[in-house]
C-alpha cells in the first residue's frame, strides 16, 4: 500500500483516530498536515512522532463561521497542495427534545457547525482545488449514527453525520467526471476519550457487539490509508461500517 502521492489535509488529527489517521496515512508515505483546535501540545506531540512526513500543525475552530474554508487555505498555504481531506473532527452534545430550549438551540447550532457546515466548507474548497488539478480523494467520518440513528438525547449528532454522509455520496456522484473520489466511514464506538467511562455503560455498549470490543483507533488509520492509496478507486461513493457488525446492513 502506497500513499507516497497524497498531500492530506487532517481534521482533528491531534488525538484518539484522527492521530491513528494521520500516523498510519504517513508510515504509508503521506505528507500531512494536522489541524487541531486548541490543544496544541497534543498536535505537537503526534506531528513529533511523524516527523518530516507532518508538513504542518494548524489551530482552527470549527465551530465558527467560515473556519473550515480558512483552515483549507492555511492548509495549501502550508503544504502547497493538497490532494486529499479527511474530514475527521467531530462533537457529540446532548440535545434532548425533552430538555430545556437552551441546550436544545445551542446544542443544535454547535454540532451542525462543526460536524457538517465546517467539512461541507472543506469539501467545497476542496472541490474546487480538485477540479483544477485533475482530481483528488475525500474521507468523511459519517459514524454508525448517520445509518441507523442515535439514542433520543442526541439527534443533533445524528442528523450531522446523515447530511455528511448524503455530501459524501452526492460528492461521489457528482463530482467523479472531475477525477475525485469520495467514501464515508461509519464507526460504532471507537476505543477513544469519547468511548463511555462509566461500567454500566460500557458493558451495555460492548453487549450489542457481536464481535466484543470497541473499534481500535489503527484500524481506522488503515482503512483511511487504503482509501487514499487509489488501489480501489471503483469504491467511490460507498459507506464502510466498522462497527464489529453491532449494525448489519
Not at 226 to 246: M, R
Request: with cysteine; charged share 20%.
Amino acid at each position: 500500500m502506497n500513499c507516497e502521492h497524497i498531500n492530506v489535509l487532517i481534521t482533528g488529527g491531534s488525538r484518539g483516530a484522527g492521530a491513528a489517521i494521520a500516523k498510519v496515512c504517513a508510515q504509508y508515505g503521506a505528507n500531512v498536515v494536522i489541524h487541531y483546535n486548541s490543544n496544541r501540545t497534543e498536535a505537537e506531540a503526534v506531528a513529533g512522532q511523524i516527523g518530516d512526513k507532518c508538513v504542518a500543525v494548524i489551530a482552527e475552530d470549527l465551530s465558527k463561521p467560515g473556519a473550515g474554508a480558512q483552515l483549507w487555505a492555511k492548509a495549501k498555504a502550508a503544504a502547497g497542495t493538497i490532494n486529499a481531506l479527511v474530514n475527521n473532527a467531530g462533537i457529540d452534545l446532548v440535545t434532548d427534545p425533552y430538555g430545556g430550549d437552551a441546550q436544545w438551540a445551542d446544542g443544535w447550532a454547535k454540532v451542525m457547525a462543526v460536524n457538517l457546515q465546517a467539512p461541507a466548507d472543506l469539501c467545497r474548497a476542496a472541490l474546487v482545488d480538485f477540479r483544477a488539478t485533475g482530481g483528488g480523494r475525500i474521507v468523511n467520518m459519517c459514524s454508525r449514527a448517520s445509518i441507523r440513528g442515535d439514542s433520543i438525547d442526541h439527534p443533533a449528532y445524528a442528523a450531522s453525520k446523515g447530511g455528511l454522509l448524503a455530501l459524501t455520496k452526492t460528492i461521489a456522484r457528482g463530482a467523479a467526471a472531475d477525477g475525485v473520489v469520495a467514501y464515508g466511514l461509519a464507526p460504532g464506538w471507537i476505543n477513544t476519550e469519547m468511548a463511555p467511562t462509566d461500567p454500566d455503560v460500557l458493558r451495555a455498549a460492548k453487549a450489542e457487539i457481536p464481535l466484543g470490543d470497541f473499534a481500535q483507533v489503527e484500524e481506522i488509520g488503515a482503512m483511511v490509508a487504503f482509501l487514499l492509496s487509489d488501489l480501489c478507486k471503483s469504491a467511490t461513493g460507498a459507506t464502510f461500517d466498522i462497527n464489529g457488525a453491532s449494525h448489519v446492513r
